[in-house]
C-alpha cells in the first residue's frame, strides 16, 4: 500500500467504528481477525473503507473499482459468504478479462476465511477451494503459515489477475516459531514447496492441512517412514512439476484436503497424479479430506469432521503395507 | 396509563414480563458458559428482549419465526425449551438440533421457530416462502423474520420487500436496530438513517418502534400481525434497541462507543420499565414478579444442569442427517 497509491482495502470493519473518530474511536477491529489492523491509521478513510454488510455491493465495487484503475483487496470475511457475493466473484471477476477479450485487467484480491474452528458450526467453517478454483479466470493461493501468508499476500496484491488468498482460522493463534522478515518479499503465485523431505510418501497439504501432514510426517518418522510433504500454497494454478516430481521419487501420494470431498482440490490432485504419473505409483493416489457433510457445531464431532494428524498417518500406514 | 394499554389481557401481560426475564437469565448463563471457556462464545441479546416478546405474544404455535446470528431471545419468545437449547450451545446429543447447529443454528419447527442463521439477511427470503406457502395453502398463519440494522443493508432484504409486497404476503420484516453492526455504527451504514423509511418504497407501512418498551412494540406488532392474517400483507417494523454487551463472545464493546452511551440505554432497560409499568398499573405486586424472577433463574439453572448432564452425540451422528436418502 505504501508503493502503490492505487491499493485499497474494503470490508466489514476492517477498521472498525466507521465515523466515529472524532469520538476517540479509531480502528478497534482492523478486520475479523486483526489482519488489516492499523491501516486506516496509515491511509485514512479514503484507502481503507469500512462498508456496511452488503457483500454483492462491496465485492462488486472491488471488481468495478479495479476494471477502473484501483488495486483493491477485499475482505469477504467467511468463505462461506461466497453464496451472498458468487454472482460479483464467479459472472464478473472471472469473466471480464476474457469475456472483453483481454482489454480490461483486474488487479483485485479477495481474502476469505476458511477452515472448521472451535464450534462455529456450518455456515462459518468451510473451506470451499475448488468453488472458486474451478473457474478459469481466478487465481487462488492458500498460506500455510506467517511467511506464506505474507509473501502470498504480497504476491497476490501485485498480480494483475484476480486472486483469492485463503486464511485459516484455525491457524490463528499457532505459534509457528519461524523468522518473518521484517522487509516485502513475494512467494511466486503457482508454486508449492517441499517443506519436508523423504523419500517413502509423498504428502500433500493445502493450508491447514499442511500443518497436519508435517506432525503426521513426524509421527511416521518414529515409526520408520520418510514422508515427503508437498505444501501446495496454490490450487489455481497447481504446480504439476513440484508434485509430479516427488510423487516420481515416492511412488505414493497421500492427499490432504479439509474440503468436502467431492469434485474437490483433492480429487484434482488424485485425477493429476492418476493420468500424469499413473507408471510411477506403487498404489491408487489416496485422499483424506472432510466427508461429503456439512460442518457440526459440537466439538466432539467438529473435530472428527476435518482431517486429523492421526487419520492421515493411518492413511499413510496403510498405503505404505 | 392509555385506553389500549389497560385493554392487554393480563395473562398477556404478565406473559410478557416472565419472558423477558427468562430471556435475560438464559442470556447471562449462556454468557457465563462463554466467559469460563465452555464454550466458544455467543452473540448477546442482553438489552434486546422486548422486540421478540411484544412481537410473538400475538404469535401461534403454527406462526413462522425466523432469526439471525443473535437469536436466543426470538426462540424463547417463540416458545423453545430452554432445557434444549442450553444443551444444544454446549454442543449435546439432546440440544434442539442434536448438537450440530449450536448458537447460530437453534431451530424448533415444532414451535415454528424455523432457524437461527449465521449468514446477515439470509433468512429474509426464507421467511418470505414461509409466507408464499401459508397463503397458497390458504391459511392464516404468518411469519416473522427478524435481523438487525447491519442485515438491512442486505440486497435479499430489499428483494424479499419487493416480493412480499408484489404478492401481498403474510409476512413481519422486523428489524432490531440495536444501533451497531459489530463496531459499525448505524448511523455510518444505513443511508437516511432510518431503515422503516424503505417501506415505503415497496409500497408497505413502515413503522418504528421503541423496542425497550415491550407494551409499544405489543401494539404496533398486533396491527402488523392482523393485517397480515387477513391478507392485507406485509410490514416492516423498525425497534429501536440497544445491546448491553460486546458483539460476539469477549469483544470490549468500549472500542467502538461510550460508557456514557451504554447507560443511557441501560436506564431505558426493557425489564425495568414493564416492571414498573405492572406495578403502577396495579397487574402485579413487587413480590410476585420478584417470584417470576426467582423462577425463572431456577428453569436455567435446571436447564443448564440438564445441557451438562446430557449426553455428546454419538460419532455416527457426523454423517446423518444430510439427506433424507441418498443411494
Ligand atoms: C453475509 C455475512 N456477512 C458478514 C457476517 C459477519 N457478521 C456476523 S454478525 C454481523 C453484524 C450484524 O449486525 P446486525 O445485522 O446489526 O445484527 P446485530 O449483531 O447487531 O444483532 C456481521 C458483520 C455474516 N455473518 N454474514
Ligand atoms: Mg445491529
Known amino acids: 500500500m505504501r508503493e502503490d497509491s492505487s491499493t485499497i482495502v474494503m470490508g466489514i470493519d476492517v477498521a472498525g467504528a466507521a465515523g466515529k473518530a472524532d469520538e476517540g474511536f479509531i480502528d478497534p477491529f482492523g478486520g475479523t481477525f486483526a489482519m488489516t489492523k492499523g491501516l486506516i491509521q496509515e491511509f485514512g478513510t479514503s ?38 457475493c458468487g454472482d460479483q466473484i464467479f459472472n464478473n471477476m472471472a469473466k471480464m478479462h476474457y469475456m472483453f477479450g483481454g482489454k480490461v485487467k483486474l488487479p483485485i484480491t479477495i481474502q476469505a476465511q476458511t477452515a472448521a474452528s472451535g464450534g462455529n458450526a456450518a455456515q462459518h467453517s468451510e473451506t470451499l477451494y475448488s468453488i472458486f478454483a474451478h473457474f478459469p479466470g481466478l487465481k487462488c493461493v492458500v498460506p500455510s503459515d506467517p511467511y506464506s501468508a505474507k509473501g502470498l499476500q504480497i504476491a497476490a496484491m501485485k498480480d494483475d489477475d484476480p486472486v483469492v488468498i485463503f486464511q485459516s482460522t ?111 505409483l506403487d498404489a491408487p493416489p489416496v485422499r483424506v479430506t472432510a466427508p461429503h457433510a456439512s460442518i457440526p457445531y459440537s466439538s466432539v464431532l467438529e473435530q472428527l469432521h476435518f482431517p486429523s494428524v492421526e487419520t492421515v498417518t493411518k492413511a499413510c500406514r496403510e498405503i505404505l503395507g | 396509563m392509555t385506553k389500549s394499554q389497560s385493554s392487554i389481557p393480563k395473562d398477556t401481560l404478565m406473559w410478557m414480563y416472565e419472558t423477558l426475564v427468562l430471556i435475560r437469565r438464559f442470556e447471562e448463563q449462556a454468557k457465563r458458559e462463554a466467559d469460563q471457556g465452555r464454550i466458544l462464545g455467543t452473540h448477546s441479546a442482553i438489552g434486546e428482549e422486548a422486540t421478540p416478546t411484544g412481537i410473538c405474544a400475538h404469535l401461534r404455535d403454527d406462526d413462522y419465526v425466523l432469526g439471525n446470528h443473535r437469536s436466543h431471545h426470538h426462540c424463547i419468545a417463540k416458545g423453545v425449551d430452554i432445557n434444549e437449547m442450553m444443551a444444544e450451545l454446549l454442543g449435546k446429543a439432546t440440544g434442539t438440533n442434536k448438537g450440530k447447529g449450536g448458537t447460530m443454528h437453534i431451530a424448533d419447527a415444532t414451535k415454528g421457530m424455523l432457524g437461527a442463521n449465521g449468514v446477515v439477511g439470509s433468512n429474509i427470503p426464507v421467511a418470505t416462502g414461509c409466507a408464499l406457502s401459508a397463503k397458497v395453502q390458504g391459511k392464516d398463519n404468518v411469519s416473522v423474520v427478524f435481523f438487525g440494522d447491519g442485515a438491512s443493508s442486505q440486497g435479499s432484504l430489499h428483494e424479499s420487500m419487493n416480493l412480499a409486497s408484489i404478492w401481498n404476503l403474510p409476512v413481519l420484516f422486523v428489524c432490531e436496530n440495536n444501533r451497531y453492526a459489530e463496531s459499525t455504527p448505524f448511523e455510518y451504514a444505513v443511508a437516511g438513517q432510518s431503515v422503516a423509511n424503505r417501506a415505503a418504497g415497496y409500497g408497505m407501512p413502515g413503522v418504528t418502534v421503541d423496542g425497550q418498551n415491550v407494551i409499544e412494540v405489543y ?20 425497534a429501536m434497541t440497544y445491546r448491553y454487551h ?19 440505554y441501560e436506564d431505558k432497560d426493557c425489564i425495568l420499565y414493564m416492571e414498573q409499568f405492572l406495578i403502577e398499573s396495579g397487574v402485579a405486586t413487587k413480590e410476585r414478579l420478584e417470584e417470576i424472577d426467582n423462577d425463572a433463574k431456577a428453569k436455567v439453572i435446571k436447564a443448564t444442569q440438564f445441557a451438562i448432564d446430557s449426553p455428546y452425540p454419538d460419532p455416527s451422528e457426523l454423517l446423518s442427517d444430510v439427506y433424507i436418502k441418498y443411494p
Do not use: W
Open chain 1, 170 to 280: 484455525r491457524l490463528m493463534g499457532v505459534n509457528f516459531d519461524q523468522h518473518v522478515p521484517e522487509e516485502a518479499y513475494e512467494l511466486p503465485i503457482g508454486k508449492s514447496r517441499i517443506v519436508k523431505t523423504g523419500d517413502d510418501v509423498t504428502l500433500i497439504g493445502i493450508g491447514t492441512t499442511t500443518r497436519t501432514c508435517i506432525q503426521a510426517a513426524e509421527s511416521l518418522a518414529k515409526q520408520g517412514y520418510q514422508a515427503e510433504v508437498v505444501d501446495l500454497l496454490s490450487v489455481s494454478p497447481i504446480d504439476e512439476e513440484t508434485i509430479l516430481s516427488s510423487i516420481s521419487k515416492t511412488r505414493k501420494v497421500v492427499i490432504v484436503d479439509e474440503d468436502y470431498p467431492k469434485c474437490s482440490v483433492a480429487s484434482e490432485l488424485s485425477a493429476l497424479s492418476a493420468e500424469k504419473a499413473f507408471d510411477l
Open chain 1, 47 to 84: 484507502r481503507v473503507l469500512d462498508t456496511p454488510i452488503s457483500e454483492t455491493g462491496f465485492v462488486g465495487a472491488g471488481v468495478g473499482a479495479a476494471a477502473a484503475g484501483l488495486r483493491p483487496l477485499v475482505d469477504m470475511m467467511f468463505v462461506g459468504f461466497i453464496g451472498v
Open chain 2, 246 to 264: 460486546g458483539h460476539f463472545g469477549a469483544d470490549n464493546p468500549r472500542g467502538y462507543r461510550t460508557a456514557e452511551e451504554q447507560k443511557y
Open chain 2, 219 to 238: 401494539e404496533v406488532a398486533g396491527e402488523a400481525v392482523e393485517r397480515a392474517r387477513r391478507g392485507e400483507g406485509p410490514t416492516l417494523i423498525e
